[in-house]
């Protein structure tokens, strides 16, 4: 009598297999953050492209409509640069705040966050490349606003390159801030509520000279992400601007930034395991 080894048998030879096929799957490598960022991102961009121009275009001109009606009462000095600065970082308030804590709510609502839950995908690729894409539209209408109204108040063009720092750094605080809302809110309403309030407070706080409001108001200016971004592009337009505290307007945005992104990114785990 012939003795049939075990793993001959066509069960044991399927078990076998599908043994290998486990032991491959749990040793395959993770997903790495940038390539991950960079997937979700292009994906991100590409869906975004259509639908989120002509509001890119609402933004654009809405910070122009604001400034020429502050014109009529601005003639100049630090009030235009303040007029100036807070109307081009509007439309990126108006993008990666208003428009980002929409998305986020109404993809918890729909069951969104289950598929990018079963991607392989660290939570924080999720969260800064719809951040990133998001802030990306925000360059062409920022760059336009601001050199209209340079021409609007008579300012110089000069230091228009400071946009390179201050559309990513205040876009990225005000994205990170906007998916934290739009993650928290429990229904989606109340995210686009959250997501309209506080591009109001960018729009109040931001266009208008700090000088002119009261205390109270000029400290909740201060908690406000964009203001840094604000202040460190206004500076720019001085005769003379010192630097170095345009640079520290940029740190400080820099760092909201990073903590924005990170309570949007702990936001994200929350709801996507619920």
């Known amino acids: 009598m012939s003795v049939v080894p075990a793993e001959a048998l066509p069960g044991s030879a399927l078990a076998a297999e599908e043994r290998a096929e486990r032991e491959?799957?749990?040793?395959?490598?993770?997903?790495?953050?940038?390539?991950?960022?960079?997937?979700?991102?292009?994906?991100?961009?590409?869906?975004?492209?259509?639908?989120?121009?002509?509001?890119?275009?609402?933004?654009?001109?809405?910070?122009?409509?604001?400034?020429?009606?502050?014109?009529?009462?601005?003639?100049?000095?630090?009030?235009?640069?303040?007029?100036?600065?807070?109307?081009?970082?509007?439309?990126?308030?108006?993008?990666?705040?208003?428009?980002?804590?929409?998305?986020?709510?109404?993809?918890?609502?729909?069951?969104?966050?289950?598929?990018?839950?079963?991607?392989?995908?660290?939570?924080?690729?999720?969260?800064?490349?719809?951040?990133?894409?998001?802030?990306?539209?925000?360059?062409?209408?920022?760059?336009v606003t601001a050199v209209f109204g340079c021409v609007l108040f008579g300012l110089p063009l000069a230091h228009l390159w400071v946009l390179a720092a201050v559309i990513p750094l205040a876009g990225a605080a005000l994205a990170g801030l906007g998916a934290a809302l739009g993650l928290l809110a429990p229904r989606p309403e109340l995210a686009t509520v959250l997501g309209q309030l506080g591009m109001s407070a960018a729009l109040l706080l931001g266009v208008l000279p700090a000088d002119r409001m009261p205390a109270v108001i000029q400290f909740a200016r201060d908690l406000l992400p964009s203001t840094y971004g604000v202040e460190a592009f206004a500076r720019t337009f001085g005769p003379h601007p010192d630097w170095a505290f345009v640079l520290g307007d940029l740190a400080v945005c820099a760092g909201v930034g990073v903590v924005s992104l990170a309570v949007a990114t702990w936001a994200y785990r929350r709801a996507a395991v619920r």
Not at 57 to 73: C, E, N
Not at 109 to 124: E, K, R
């Open 24 to 143: 491959a799957a749990e040793l395959g490598p993770r997903a790495r953050l940038w390539p991950s960022l960079a997937a979700v991102y292009r994906a991100q961009l590409s869906r975004a492209r259509v639908a989120r121009i002509p509001l890119l275009f609402v933004a654009t001109f809405q910070s122009i409509g604001i400034m020429i009606l502050m014109r009529g009462v601005v003639d100049g000095g630090a009030e235009a640069r303040a007029v100036v600065a807070g109307s081009s970082v509007l439309v990126v308030a108006f993008v990666a705040l208003n428009l980002l804590a929409q998305y986020f709510g109404q993809l918890r609502s729909s069951g969104g966050l289950d598929h990018y839950a079963t991607l392989p995908v660290p939570p924080a690729a999720v969260v800064l490349g719809a951040a990133g894409a998001y802030a990306s539209f925000t360059v062409p209408g920022t760059v």
